[in-house]
């Protein structure tokens, strides 16, 4: 994996546990209901419970990285990594990854240069949690690393390496890295050197493996919904028997000196963007790190930020952006700037530079601002258990203390603005800055190139495994659990559920019920026009949605964002074809009076001219691009391959010249004009959830919506099934590492059509897993081809009308293995089918995640909005359930015989070696 460092979160974890006291582990420390324990081997557990979360996040931190590579041996940490998941002495090859399908949401790993961290997410289940201690400890002191795994590892590694360093901005930074450390220690990349990789012996794995793989060498970080007993009880039993070892010496970084790297100026001529970045880097200094962590708001905020004043609102460039890295080892700030072929490069250089290393000194309500942003995120934090296990991770691997989280967060409250200005002042100078220039690719590499045959062989690195059996009435009984408690979760949220309508026709659906985070959410789903009435006119919906908030005439975009912050309320306006989601949400406290606020200015808005015109040039600039990426070619040639409706009808795919002319003629007048036609209640819908006054509510809705009409009439734009004779196109796209395969297949079927279940079982069968799917083990396991891929089901819920998609990335010269392994694949479903054990894993974990969803009324919340519209209620839901876990393999193999048609089949792979197509 890419390099991760710390950031400093602007966030706080507030949680609650009940007193406890037990013999093993020893607790060392707590604060702020944050509580870490030991073992008497070192090893060592942070716990950060709360009761209200529906998930349990477990990470498993190694600190062991890159940095503890041998010499001339890059990646093989991450190596180990990609071998830790191929079994233990207990739990063998593929038994330990369909172990953790069945009993996690999702896992995951990662490797940076100081740690390999493991991340599990579960549900509050005993049995699970249980699960996961066995199996982390097994990963920890019994793994079993297999020599026969190795080639095929290491070139999913190449694949992943490829996909990293086929971004222009990954390249820069490497680049940068290596400038600053050489090729060593920090200019290495974690993900490894492939010659390297492939010296690699096993006894080297193996030491590694037993050198760092220790307790007194890991901490496990575990926060959301447990027992606190219960999970110590688990990880005494798994880890207190794994004997502590001695650990070599941490290595050391060289002190980082900027002022003596050579080299300044960095260009990356890679994709299709015109950026200039300046990169300030430091030896780090942790008491300077507080004020170096607001730098991306006092910059870059809408519309507050300096850059974005003083570069976007000007014209000079098309967007600025800002992050920080805040590391044990250095302070670094990117500070950039993206713009057009028409926009002056060197005019975009100049002002990054002045507006930057001589900034007007900010105000104290600059800094006032963001000081309660940070405490809104605080706050926030308390509802997401990821959240909280992420940050508290990022502070273990950086500095092997979680403390600090908190220390900075009260820093960041502590900061006044002399501090901050002087911070910025001696860091943003010259003798720290790097410049990055990224351009796009050259013309004389957008040619089409001679295809290497060694690259077209045919791959198969191993022999396909038999996958390891168990018996299906274990997942059977996981089904009827899942069934039984998504039948409870649904019945009990729809006795609190309050359905009506308004005499204008709005329909309204209040769930008065406490949420995990003590928020309140509306969501308004606006209905308008018809396929006619609104022909010509996706711009002016898309130019409608965007504006709509960012001004009333009562109230400025400056106004309303402070206003959104001061009551940490968050409002946001999508469109999609002829209908805009509005989406508002506040702390129950607060919501009444930022729902009138928003809703105030929905009914007056200004549409600034000054606003219309710089959301035009963006666009019309964002536009201004070579499309030679092979992902932008695939997509494009794809969708103009099944391209049935006329240019101007909302569902006409994306054209980049003819979206350019469609803005090029938009005028704010008819934005305007649009508004007043068409921006009405009586075709929409309203669903709030939370911590409220049903009767209140209700009265409160009707006095924001119920008199607010439109004559237009209004049907919704349905995108009708359309089936296609099969063909494949291999289409030339710019010299890249990787090429992009991307493929649709249309099917006669909706949400709510009878064959629904059983093909959403089969996606999940063919694609769900990036490991042990069908797809995974054809595509990246046996063949390497990729390192990831995406499989996806999509189903209209208004009309039989859906579509079976599968994309890739692949190393450029294997499109042909690419297809044929797909097809091969498809094929081998056809002729025999799905396993009944297939079958009966899919079914449980699908409803694993159903039941998990429905523990959160913030799902609640949206599952009830999209039913609004189709007259659905919770039974609707609970009917699928009862659908999916009755299914049976003959069930699904007839569902895959009926719809998975190869004569229907779309195709499209772009690479350099692919024909030109006009």
């Known amino acids: 994996m890419l390099r991760r460092a710390k950031k400093l979160v602007l966030a706080l974890c507030v949680v609650a546990v009940s007193n406890y006291s037990f013999g093993e582990p020893v607790l060392i420390k707590s604060e702020q209901d944050i509580y870490e324990y030991q073992l008497d081997n070192g090893f060592r557990v942070v716990l950060a419970p709360n009761q209200k979360e529906n998930k349990v996040f477990i990470n498993t931190i190694y600190f062991t990285g890159s940095l503890n590579d041998p010499q001339g041996k890059g990646g093989l940490a991450h190596l180990l990594e990609h071998l830790a998941f191929k079994g233990t002495e207990n739990i063998k090859q593929e038994e330990f990854q369909r172990r953790l399908d069945q009993y996690t949401l999702s896992n995951n790993a990662s490797t940076s240069y100081y740690t390999t961290q493991y991340t599990n997410i579960v549900r509050p289940d005993k049995n699970a949690l249980a699960e996961m201690m066995l199996l982390e400890a097994e990963r920890m002191d019994k793994l079993v690393l297999q020599e026969k795994f190795v080639p095929s590892e290491i070139e999913i590694v190449r694949r992943e390496r490829e996909i990293r360093l086929d971004q222009p901005f990954a390249v820069m930074m490497d680049q940068i890295w290596k400038a600053a450390y050489g090729n060593q220690s920090l200019g290495r990349l974690p993900i490894g050197d492939l010659e390297e990789l492939k010296s690699i012996q096993m006894p080297e794995l193996q030491t590694f493996y037993r050198q760092y793989y220790a307790p007194n060498n890991a901490v496990m970080v575990v926060a959301g919904k447990f027992d606190i007993q219960e999970i110590l009880k688990d990880i005494d039993q798994n880890f207190s028997g794994i004997q502590s ?135 926030n934090m308390m509802s997401s258990s990821v959240a909280v296990g992420t940050a508290l991770s990022s502070y273990l691997a950086n500095q092997q203390t979680w403390q600090q989280f908190f220390k900075d967060q009260q820093a960041v409250q502590d900061l006044n603005i002399e501090q901050v200005n002087q911070v910025l002042k001696n860091f943003l100078v010259s003798k720290h800055r790097m410049n990055g220039d990224i351009q796009p690719t050259p013309e004389d590499q957008k040619q089409a190139q001679q295809q290497l045959t060694e690259q077209n062989k045919t791959l198969d690195q191993q022999e396909a495994q038999a996958q390891p059996l168990k018996d299906p009435k274990v997942y059977e009984q996981e089904v009827i659990n899942f069934v039984k408690q998504s039948a409870q979760l649904l019945g009990k949220s729809e006795q609190k559920i309050q359905r009506g309508q308004f005499s204008n026709g709005m329909k309204y659906a209040l769930f008065p019920t406490s949420t995990r985070d003590d928020r309140v959410y509306a969501t308004i789903n606006l209905n308008f026009g018809n396929e006619k009435s609104l022909f010509n006119q996706s711009e002016i919906i898309d130019l409608s949605a965007y504006l709509i908030l960012r001004g009333s005439d009562k109230q400025t975009f400056q106004d309303i964002t402070d206003k959104s912050i001061a ?155 359309q089936s296609y004779a099969a063909q494949a196109q291999h289409v030339l796209a710019e010299q890249r590492e990787f090429g992009n395969y991307q493929s649709v297949l249309t099917v006669p079927v909706g949400v709510y059509h009878q064959d629904a279940p059983a093909l959403i079982v089969f996606s999940h069968i063919l694609g769900n897993s990036q490991l042990s799917s069908r797809l995974a083990k054809a595509l990246r396991e046996k063949n390497a081809l990729v390192y990831g891929f995406a499989s996806r089901l999509n189903l209209d819920d208004e009309t039989n009308a859906g579509a079976l998609t599968i994309s890739a ?88 015989k009926k719809y998975i048609k190869p004569n229907h089949f779309v195709e499209v792979m772009a690479d350099q070696y692919g024909e030109q197509i006009k």
């Open 567 to 721: 009551l940490d309320g968050s409002a946001s306006v999508n469109s999609s074809l002829n209908s805009m989601q509005i989406n508002i949400s506040a702390p129950k406290e607060n919501f009444e009076q930022y729902f009138d606020y928003i809703i105030d200015v929905l009914k007056h808005p200004r549409f600034d001219q000054k606003e219309f015109d710089l959301i035009k040039a963006q666009s019309l600039q964002s536009l201004d691009r070579p499309y030679t990426e092979p992902e932008v070619v695939a997509g494009l040639t794809l969708s103009r391959l099944i391209e049935r409706y006329p240019a101007g009808d909302l569902r006409y795919h994306f054209e980049p010249e003819f979206a350019k002319k469609q803005l090029e003629q938009a005028t704010n007048q008819q934005v305007k004009d649009f508004y007043q036609k068409y921006f009405a209640m009586n075709h929409a819908q309203v669903a709030v959830t939370g911590a409220f006054n049903a009767k209140q509510m209700q009265r409160l809705l009707k006095k924001s919506f119920a008199y607010w009409n439109s004559k237009q009439p209004y049907a919704p734009v349905l995108d009708q099934y």
């Open 245 to 379: 070892r001695a650990l070599p010496a941490p290595v050391k970084v060289p002190v980082l000196q900027p002022e003596q790297i050579k080299q300044r100026d960095f260009v990356v001529r890679k994709g299709s963007d015109l950026a200039k970045f300046h990169i300030y880097i430091n030896a780090q200094d942790q008491a300077i790190q507080p004020a170096l962590s607001i730098i991306p708001y006092l910059y870059t905020m809408e519309p507050s930020g300096y850059l974005y004043q003083n570069m976007v609102q000007n014209g000079i460039s098309t967007g600025v952006m800002s992050t920080t890295w805040l590391d044990q080892n250095f302070n670094l700030v990117f500070l950039g700037a993206v713009y057009a072929p028409t926009q002056d490069a060197k005019a975009v250089e100049k002002t990054l530079t002045q507006k930057v290393e001589n900034t007007t000194p900010f105000s104290a309500t600059d800094l006032n601002r963001i000081k309660n942003i940070a405490k809104n995120s605080q706050k």
């Open 809 to 896: 990335n692949y190393t450029s010269g294997r499109a042909s293995q690419v297809t044929q392994t797909v097809h091969q694949v498809l094929q081998d479903l056809l002729q025999h089918g799905v396993t009944e054990q297939e079958l009966e894993a899919a079914k449980a974990n699908i409803m694993k995640q159903r039941a998990t969803m429905l523990e959160d009324d913030r799902n609640i919340h949206r599952i009830l909005t999209n039913q609004l519209e189709q007259d659905k209620t919770m039974a609707s839901r609970a009917q699928r359930d009862l659908a999916i876990a009755k299914l049976t393999v003959a069930d699904v193999n007839d569902v895959i």
